[in-house]
């Protein structure tokens, strides 16, 4: 099953279909009578199919794209052909849509330099000689790599343009002060840790990492970023011919964390984490006799906060889980920690919940009106151990997983901090498991319960140079066959991952 990546992408593109092909026989078996493993195999040779037939569109429209520029008038192809813009020409071959053809060209344009197009044709009477080509300049390394990926086939388009729209240019004209070279060398150390997530990332999920990496490496930028959506920030209402009620919202950033808060708040019961206590099967039987769909629960809860104002008591809507905004921000990105007057923020901070970052403005903002928790790591980031004194996690210690892994660490799962608990890899009944930071890790309640009935397992492993651990996920043996595959490595959700300017 699959090709090498080295392929050129007309042979990955044959032998895909090949492949696809030989699992169909002349009576037109359907998919349905395919097993399991045949059935993954199918979309597997089917992806890596469209994935070479994206290379082929994509360079076929930039070249329809370039054959039609508005220099070359009403020879242009698209002109010849009847239309404006090699775009609608594009379209209307393919049927794709403007957006879909617009994102094509520009992967044709980026593969340029990989896939060669043809010269242009030598008008009669003209001397070949004068027409040489300058030669097109050497891309930098990062942007090679993320190049290289697409038209190796371990990139979907999609992915390809989630990367690149996502990290942006190294924006080196901001900070004369560094050497030259400084940032695209980190550009190229975010790109080759992104690809290696982009494998087991949405594509959603994949362009917001690339974000929170290039704002790890772009403080100035957050600022301006930040300021624009404050600027953009919009509250608009209308009715409808059938008299329903209707806002959009354009948050700010801050303004946007917060209501995620509390509407993670208002959703945690069902989201989880899952209660704990003596009252856990009453508060369990509360939500199931809840008819409400989420999006009911989240606008009754809008409403709430609206009517209450500032003043509400916190239990009326939520319970006893007030909702609240975290910022991570490391020490080093604040100046004069213990001068009277002369703190400053020059780095970024992060929101727990997503990772998104913070301009330092705010955050000095924030931490004059709301304190700050330390959380102190040793040379091997290893705080707060509490050996089997305690069953449950404290607050310091779960908030120093969360700063460590960022999220539920499963793979492709995107579950926020907020909706995670938090698992002994070591089982506090089964295993004696001590209840340090080292062997906890979060998990959403679905990863969590998938792990603890399929029984799964999580293990981590100390490197006896580095000190440095890795945690793995072992899969269960195959109820079918009894196989079990190999552990896949556990990989931090956390901005901390990606380099700091």
Same mark, same amino acid.
């Given at each position: 099953?699959?090709?090498?990546?080295?392929?050129?992408p007309?042979?990955?593109? $044959? !032998? &895909?279909?090949?492949? #696809? =092909?030989q699992?169909?026989? *002349?009576?037109?078996?359907?998919?349905?009578?395919?097993? /399991?493993?045949?059935?993954?195999?199918?979309?597997v040779?089917?992806?890596?199919?469209?994935?070479?037939?994206?290379?082929?569109?994509?360079?076929?429209?930039?070249?329809?794209?370039?054959?039609?520029?508005?220099?070359?008038?009403?020879?242009?192809?698209?002109?010849?052909?009847?239309?404006?813009?090699?775009t609608?020409?594009?379209q209307?071959?393919?049927?794709?849509?403007?957006?879909?053809v617009?994102?094509?060209?520009?992967?044709?344009?980026?593969l340029?330099?990989?896939?060669?197009?043809?010269?242009?044709?030598?008008?009669?009477? $003209? !001397? &070949?000689?004068?027409? #040489? =080509?300058?030669?097109?300049? *050497?891309?930098?390394?990062?942007l090679?790599?993320?190049? /290289?990926?697409l038209?190796?086939?371990?990139?979907s388009q999609?992915?390809?343009?989630?990367?690149?729209?996502?990290?942006?240019?190294?924006?080196?004209d901001?900070?004369?002060?560094?050497?030259?070279?400084f940032l695209?060398?980190?550009?190229?150390?975010?790109?080759?840790?992104?690809?290696?997530?982009?494998?087991?990332?949405?594509?959603?999920?994949?362009?917001?990492?690339?974000?929170?990496?290039?704002?790890?490496?772009d403080?100035?930028?957050?600022?301006?970023?930040?300021?624009?959506?404050?600027?953009?920030?919009?509250?608009?209402?209308?009715?409808?011919?059938s008299?329903?009620?209707?806002?959009?919202?354009?948050?700010?950033?801050?303004?946007g964390?917060?209501? /995620?808060?509390?509407?993670q708040?208002?959703l945690?019961?069902?989201?989880?984490?899952?209660?704990?206590?003596?009252?856990?099967?009453?508060?369990a039987?509360?939500?199931?006799?809840?008819?409400?769909?989420?999006?009911?629960?989240?606008?009754?809860t809008i409403?709430?906060?609206?009517?209450?104002?500032?003043?509400?008591?916190?239990?009326?809507?939520?319970?006893?889980?007030?909702?609240?905004?975290?910022?991570?921000?490391?020490?080093a990105?604040i100046?004069?920690?213990?001068?009277?007057?002369?703190?400053?923020?020059t780095?970024?901070?992060?929101?727990?919940?997503g990772g998104?970052?913070?301009?330092g403005?705010?955050?000095?903002?924030?931490l004059c009106?709301?304190?700050?928790?330390?959380?102190?790591?040793?040379?091997?980031?290893?705080?707060?151990?509490?050996?089997?004194?305690?069953?449950l996690?404290?607050r310091?210690?779960?908030?120093?997983?969360?700063a460590?892994?960022?999220?539920?660490?499963?793979?492709?799962?995107?579950?926020?901090?907020?909706?995670?608990?938090y698992?002994?890899i070591?089982?506090?009944?089964?295993?004696h498991g001590?209840?340090?930071v080292?062997?906890?890790?979060?998990?959403c309640?679905?990863?969590?319960?998938?792990l603890?009935?399929?029984?799964?397992?999580?293990?981590?492993?100390?490197?006896?140079a580095?000190?440095?651990?890795?945690?793995?996920?072992?899969?269960?043996?195959?109820?079918?066959?009894?196989?079990?595959g190999?552990?896949?490595?556990?990989r931090?959700?956390?901005?901390r991952r990606?380099?700091a300017?």
């Amino acid at each position: 099953m699959g090709s090498s990546v080295s392929s050129p992408p007309a042979m990955r593109l $044959t !032998d &895909a279909v090949a492949r #696809v =092909a030989q699992r169909f026989d *002349a009576g037109g078996i359907g998919v349905e009578r395919l097993d /399991d493993e045949e059935l993954l195999e199918l979309l597997v040779d089917t992806t890596e199919a469209r994935k070479a037939l994206e290379l082929v569109v994509a360079s076929a429209s930039a070249e329809v794209s370039r054959r039609s520029a508005r220099e070359r008038g009403y020879g242009g192809l698209a002109q010849r052909k009847g239309l404006r813009t090699g775009t609608a020409l594009v379209q209307q071959i393919t049927g794709l849509g403007r957006g879909d053809v617009t994102r094509a060209v520009r992967a044709g344009e980026e593969l340029a330099p990989t896939i060669p197009f043809p010269p242009e044709p030598v008008a009669p009477g $003209t !001397d &070949a000689s004068s027409q #040489v =080509a300058e030669p097109t300049p *050497a891309a930098p390394e990062w942007l090679q790599l993320v190049r /290289d990926a697409l038209a190796a086939g371990t990139l979907s388009q999609a992915q390809f343009h989630a990367i690149r729209s996502g990290l942006g240019e190294p924006p080196v004209d901001r900070y004369p002060e560094l050497d030259a070279d400084f940032l695209p060398q980190a550009w190229s150390r975010a790109v080759r840790l992104l690809l290696d997530e982009a494998a087991t990332l949405p594509v959603e999920d994949l362009r917001n990492q690339a974000r929170i990496a290039r704002d790890r490496l772009d403080p100035v930028g957050v600022t301006l970023r930040f300021e624009e959506r404050f600027a953009a920030r919009s509250f608009r209402r209308w009715i409808d011919e059938s008299g329903q009620r209707h806002a959009h919202i354009l948050f700010d950033d801050e303004a946007g964390a917060w209501v /995620d808060a509390l509407l993670q708040a208002a959703l945690r019961p069902r989201r989880g984490p899952r209660f704990v206590g003596s009252d856990a099967a009453e508060k369990a039987r509360e939500i199931e006799a809840d008819d409400r769909t989420n999006e009911q629960l989240q606008y009754d809860t809008i409403i709430a906060v609206l009517r209450t104002g500032a003043d509400t008591d916190p239990h009326q809507a939520f319970g006893d889980r007030q909702p609240g905004v975290r910022i991570l921000v490391e020490s080093a990105a604040i100046t004069a920690l213990d001068g009277r007057g002369e703190m400053r923020v020059t780095g970024v901070g992060h929101l727990e919940d997503g990772g998104y970052a913070l301009p330092g403005g705010l955050i000095e903002a924030r931490l004059c009106d709301a304190g700050a928790i330390p959380v102190i790591w040793d040379p091997n980031g290893r705080p707060l151990d509490v050996g089997r004194e305690l069953r449950l996690f404290s607050r310091k210690q779960r908030i120093a997983i969360a700063a460590r892994d960022g999220g539920c660490v499963w793979p492709s799962c995107s579950a926020p901090i907020s909706q995670c608990e938090y698992h002994h890899i070591d089982h506090w009944w089964d295993q004696h498991g001590r209840t340090d930071v080292d062997d906890g890790v979060p998990l959403c309640r679905n990863c969590h319960l998938r792990l603890h009935n399929q029984r799964w397992r999580i293990t981590r492993h100390r490197d006896p140079a580095s000190s440095a651990d890795r945690y793995w996920l072992h899969p269960p043996p195959d109820p079918l066959t009894g196989e079990i595959g190999d552990p896949v490595r556990l990989r931090s959700k956390s901005p901390r991952r990606f380099g700091a300017a």
